[in-house]
């Protein structure tokens, strides 16, 4: 009887979608999101998921009140950098991990830095650098200043320590000369270098793509299997628990079950400053915004396409059991994850969508 009513489901379901998967009414689902978001299906989302709507990019990206955007600061933060000599080396920038052409990330899994030194985690997409407060994997930065200089003097990264960063830049008579016309002071210091790094930051807001031309009215930006993407991001896969609003992500930290806790690549996220064991292995949701040019992914740079990221969550992620050898507390993964039981056809619909962003 239990095989016979399952049958029916099945049967039920292939008559609802069409030959690539789709159902057959996704023009109503279309039509659904072309209203105002009030009007739409509501998210799967678990009872205390302070969820914000997804929403299209803004014309300008948001800038604090205590270091507002100036033409003159945006300049000399990209003039910043770009220059290597902001390294201890006078090979490395700030462009030498975060790359253009891969969303402002890095398309190798682990970033390297002074003396070819590998680093512990992948450099991140910072597309989205003008939303949200906390920076880093581990969001042990409280703003986007407070993140600016660290990579310079990590030693690591770009070694220069902060002395030598703010004697280079007084000897030269062409960044005094830019330092002052964006701040109006003198001699240069390194809220100044901070503040006109994460200007700059700011301004690397991604254009406004395909799904913001769509949530603005434009009918035909997406496709049909890409229409059929959003709503299953939205409901059936439950991806809004953490990824909503703007930038596609709540700013949070979460344990994914990556933590590696007691072996080579062990890393405790959040959890190495906090000292909560609640923060164990809890790494910051990322910004979904330019995802598919931001290849590997994850803090360690585990997962190589955007396919095997979505087979993960749709198994659950991951979930070890604590080592015999280690000591409580263990890091515990999220009960935000649990199996999607997504088909094949709605991976692909899913992976389509996020390509539009």
């Given amino acids: 009887m239990v095989a016979s009513r399952l049958s029916v489901l099945i049967l039920g379901l ?21 209203q105002a978001p009030e009007l739409w299906e509501k998210p799967n989302t678990y009872p205390n998921i302070a969820y914000k709507e997804l929403a299209p990019l803004p014309k300008q990206a948001p800038f604090p009140a205590d270091n507002p955007y100036s033409k003159p600061k945006a300049e000399l933060g990209e003039r910043l950098f770009y220059d290597p000599k902001l390294s201890l080396s006078q090979k490395i920038s700030c462009a030498h991990c975060h ?6 990330g890095d398309n190798t899994p682990l970033s390297k830095g002074h003396l070819n030194q590998k680093g512990s985690r992948n450099a991140p997409s910072i597309l989205m650098s003008a939303f949200g407060r906390e920076k880093f994997w581990d969001s042990r930065a409280k703003s986007l200043e407070d993140q600016a200089l660290e990579p310079i003097q990590d030693h690591q990264e770009m070694a220069l320590p902060l002395q030598d960063l703010l004697a280079y830049l007084n000897s030269s008579p062409t960044y005094q000369k830019a330092f002052y016309k964006a701040f109006k002071q003198s001699p240069i210091t390194q809220e100044q270098v901070a503040m006109a790094l994460a200007t700059y930051e700011r301004t690397l807001m991604p254009k406004r793509g395909a799904f913001d031309r769509f949530l603005l009215g434009e009918k035909n930006a997406l496709s049909n299997q890409e229409v059929w993407g959003l709503h299953l991001f939205r409901t059936k896969a439950g991806c809004m628990n953490c990824h909503y609003g703007i930038a596609f992500s709540d700013g949070k930290t979460h ?7 007691g072996r080579k690549y062990q890393d405790l996220g959040k959890g190495a400053w906090s000292q909560d064991p609640k923060d164990l292995g809890a790494f910051k949701t990322p910004s979904l915004r330019g995802v598919s040019r931001s290849a590997p992914y994850m803090h ?6 955007l396919r095997g990221i979505l087979n993960a969550y749709n198994a659950g992620m991951f979930h070890p059991l604590p080592p015999p050898h280690m000591p409580p507390p263990y890091p515990q993964t999220s009960p935000l994850l649990k199996p999607l039981f997504l088909t094949p056809e709605e991976l692909d619909a899913i992976e389509s969508f996020l390509k539009t962003l």
Avoid: C, V
């Fill in 99 to 104: 790359k253009k052409d891969f969303a402002f």
């Fill in 255 to 261: 344990n994914l079950g990556l933590s590696y806790y």
């Fill in 300 to 305: 360690n740079g585990l997962f190589p396409s």
């Fill in 14 to 34: 292939a008559l609802a979608l069409n030959a690539h998967g789709i159902p057959k009414d996704i023009q109503t689902i279309r039509e659904m999101y072309q």
